[in-house]
């Protein structure tokens, strides 16, 4: 099968490129962690703020919108942190009340908390 085999052996480096390119873009979402929550703005919020300092930071806040607002400029005015403006600064709280509000403080789901003990009967 000369044919066939020609054109596997044609095939083959393009079929590597996109093999690379799909591996890279599935990394590229495991690097915010599996356990960053899906949802609208996810990439924009996570890469913005790993950017410099871990993610844990964030997610063991549990903050409502206006607080994460305040956050916004503790960390613009003390930290250095470029202004976030406009529908960027919504999206951003969006994304952070909603996932990291004061009802939801962003654990594992498998949590490494110790468990309170079930009372014995
Ligand atoms: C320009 C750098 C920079 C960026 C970008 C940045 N931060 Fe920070 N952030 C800091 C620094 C510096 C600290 C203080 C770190 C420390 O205390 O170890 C900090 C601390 C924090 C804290 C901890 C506050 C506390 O009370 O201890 C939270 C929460 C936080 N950042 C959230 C975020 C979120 C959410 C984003 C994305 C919207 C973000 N950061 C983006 C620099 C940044």
Request: proline letters at 7%; charged letters at 25%; aromatic letters at 8%.
């Amino acid at each position: 099968m000369r044919t066939l085999k020609g054109r596997i052996a044609r095939g083959g480096p393009l079929l590597a490129v996109a093999a690379l390119l799909v591996s890279t873009a599935a990394a590229g979402a495991d690097e915010l962690g599996s356990d960053w929550p899906e949802g609208p703005g996810r990439e924009d919020v996570g890469y913005f703020c790993s950017a410099c300092h871990s993610l844990a930071i964030v997610k063991q806040q549990g903050l409502t919108r206006g607080q994460w607002d305040e956050m916004f400029d503790w960390m613009v005015e003390e930290q250095g942190m470029p202004e976030l403006e406009g529908e960027m600064r919504e999206e951003f709280l969006d994304y952070l009340s909603e996932n990291f509000g004061p009802d939801d403080r962003g654990e594992p789901q498998m949590s490494t908390r110790p468990q309170p003990l079930q009372p014995q009967k």
